[in-house]
């Protein structure tokens, strides 16, 4: 078997091994989806990430109490919807693990004591990041200028800084879209990439994971238990190594997998490691509800998702081919659906909501509307990324003119 033979082969194999990967990346899109249009809808949960203007928690906790209506059906819809909706922040965990597990795969799969290729590593990162972030601060020039929503102005310097994925700013960390503060956390995550993955693979799993446990916890009781503002930028990761912890868990999974390629299974045969997730899971969501829960809380939501996620997937839900497709198909389209969904959605509920009667209605045209977003997001991260494919086969063709390789 020649080289080529070899690398379609590995494909092959690591395709099949990782079918649970992009169907948990569409439960956690859509359970952001969820979670934006219910905080536009009920507002914020009360718990989640610290606010400066928290109320006192059993004021906060009164806020779980059940939204009244006479009419047992809607009483439910509306109930489960809030609920679930809330929760769906979570999906940004899944979505830090699964980020930090597919890039160390990329390599440890191949060549586990390599360093990365710096030059290759960041223009694949960036050309994945920047070309339909670009687009979508165009999209929402002209959907500003139909609607007056979100807030963006090329006469505004944060539309530049943004542009440049400068988004740790207060100023700029919800600008356009409130959803994507999670550009300008990944860009510093890809950032530190490599040091990372030199720390991982020459100190080994355990310094490691252990190390960036202590720089999240310590980094996470300065800004949140020291620092006396800004509590909710400092806890969603306005600087990377508040959610650093997330993102390591999941290379060190991918480490620790490339070694052992039935790992994961062997360890789902043990039923007392899903029972000892779920105990963990509703420990954490407990912890989330005040201030000093929170310095932990993230993290280990992170380690307990990603194992109850895993186990639902490999339980049999993925034979279940409609739904299986449909989990992947939105794994693949999560990055587009990100950029898109929350200003029009934001934009639909603030024009819908008065003027739509009964609610239960207005309930029904808002999951239309969302299923029309989540497709039309798909064809416009389709069309961007024709466009840039066209582009990096053009700039590679002038590359000999130029007497250099341009991509």
């Given at each position: 078997?020649?080289?080529?033979?070899?690398?379609?082969?590995?494909?092959?194999?690591?395709?099949?091994?990782?079918?649970?990967?992009?169907?948990?990346?569409?439960i956690a899109?859509?359970?952001?989806?969820?979670?934006?249009?219910?905080?536009?809808?009920?507002?914020?949960?009360?718990?989640?990430?610290?606010?400066?203007?928290?109320?006192?928690?059993?004021?906060?906790?009164?806020?779980?109490?059940?939204?009244?209506?006479?009419?047992?059906?809607?009483f439910?819809?509306?109930?489960?919807?809030?609920?679930?909706?809330?929760?769906?922040?979570q999906?940004?965990?899944?979505?830090?693990?699964?980020?930090?597990?597919?890039?160390t795969?990329s390599?440890?799969?191949?060549?586990?004591?390599?360093?990365?290729?710096?030059?290759?590593?960041?223009?694949?990162?960036?050309?994945?990041?920047?070309?339909?972030?670009?687009?979508?601060?165009?999209?929402?020039?002209?959907?500003?200028?139909?609607t007056?929503?979100?807030?963006?102005?090329?006469?505004?310097?944060?539309f530049?800084?943004?542009?440049?994925?400068?988004?740790?700013?207060?100023?700029?960390?919800y600008?356009?879209?409130?959803?994507?503060?999670?550009?300008?956390?990944?860009?510093?995550?890809?950032?530190?990439?490599?040091?990372?993955?030199?720390?991982?693979?020459?100190?080994?799993?355990?310094?490691?994971?252990?190390g960036?446990?202590?720089?999240?916890?310590?980094?996470?009781?300065?800004?949140?238990?020291?620092?006396?503002?800004?509590?909710?930028?400092?806890?969603?990761?306005?600087?990377f190594?508040?959610?650093?912890?997330?993102?390591?868990?999941?290379?060190?999974?991918?480490?620790?997998?490339?070694?052992r390629?039935?790992?994961?299974?062997?360890?789902r045969?043990n039923?007392?490691?899903?029972?000892?997730a779920?105990?963990?899971?509703?420990?954490?969501?407990?912890?989330?509800?005040?201030?000093?829960?929170?310095?932990?809380?993230?993290?280990?939501?992170?380690?307990?998702?990603?194992?109850?996620?895993?186990?639902?997937?490999?339980?049999?839900?993925?034979?279940?081919?409609?739904?299986?497709?449909?989990?992947?198909?939105l794994?693949?389209?999560?990055?587009g659906?990100m950029i898109?969904?929350?200003?029009?959605?934001?934009?639909?509920?603030?024009?819908?909501?008065?003027r739509?009667?009964?609610?239960?209605?207005?309930?029904?045209?808002?999951?239309?509307?969302?299923?029309?977003?989540?497709?039309?997001?798909a064809?416009?991260?389709?069309?961007v990324?024709?466009?840039?494919?066209?582009?990096?086969?053009?700039?590679?063709?002038?590359?000999?003119?130029?007497?250099?390789?341009?991509?």
């Amino acid at each position: 078997m020649n080289k080529k033979e070899m690398q379609s082969s590995s494909a092959v194999m690591d395709q099949a091994r990782l079918t649970w990967l992009d169907p948990i990346k569409g439960i956690a899109i859509l359970g952001i989806v969820l979670y934006h249009t219910a905080i536009a809808l009920f507002g914020i949960p009360p718990f989640d990430h610290p606010k400066d203007d928290w109320l006192p928690l059993l004021d906060r906790l009164a806020q779980l109490q059940p939204w009244p209506n006479d009419r047992i059906i809607p009483f439910l819809i509306l109930n489960l919807f809030r609920d679930i909706g809330w929760l769906g922040y979570q999906g940004v965990h899944l979505f830090l693990v699964l980020s930090g597990f597919g890039l160390t795969w990329s390599i440890a799969r191949q060549s586990p004591t390599s360093d990365v290729n710096i030059k290759q590593f960041f223009q694949r990162r960036l050309w994945r990041i920047f070309p339909l972030f670009w687009m979508g601060h165009i999209f929402f020039l002209f959907f500003h200028a139909l609607t007056g929503q979100p807030d963006i102005s090329i006469d505004d310097p944060r539309f530049y800084l943004s542009l440049i994925g400068f988004r740790f700013f207060p100023e700029t960390f919800y600008y356009v879209a409130s959803a994507w503060w999670y550009v300008g956390l990944i860009l510093q995550l890809y950032l530190v990439f490599p040091l990372l993955w030199a720390w991982l693979h020459r100190q080994g799993l355990w310094p490691f994971g252990i190390g960036t446990a202590a720089i999240t916890l310590f980094s996470r009781y300065a800004l949140l238990m020291v620092v006396s503002s800004n509590h909710e930028m400092w806890s969603m990761g306005v600087l990377f190594v508040t959610r650093l912890f997330e993102f390591t868990f999941g290379m060190g999974l991918a480490y620790w997998l490339a070694r052992r390629p039935q790992g994961f299974e062997d360890l789902r045969q043990n039923r007392w490691l899903l029972a000892g997730a779920v105990l963990l899971y509703l420990l954490a969501l407990s912890l989330s509800f005040t201030l000093a829960g929170s310095l932990v809380a993230h993290s280990l939501l992170a380690v307990s998702l990603f194992w109850i996620s895993y186990n639902l997937m490999q339980s049999g839900l993925l034979l279940f081919k409609p739904l299986n497709h449909t989990l992947t198909w939105l794994g693949r389209q999560s990055y587009g659906l990100m950029i898109l969904h929350q200003p029009l959605l934001w934009w639909f509920i603030a024009w819908g909501l008065p003027r739509v009667q009964p609610y239960i209605l207005f309930l029904g045209l808002l999951i239309s509307f969302l299923i029309l977003t989540i497709l039309g997001a798909a064809v416009f991260s389709t069309i961007v990324d024709r466009l840039s494919d066209k582009l990096t086969q053009t700039l590679a063709g002038l590359g000999p003119l130029l007497g250099r390789r341009v991509v």
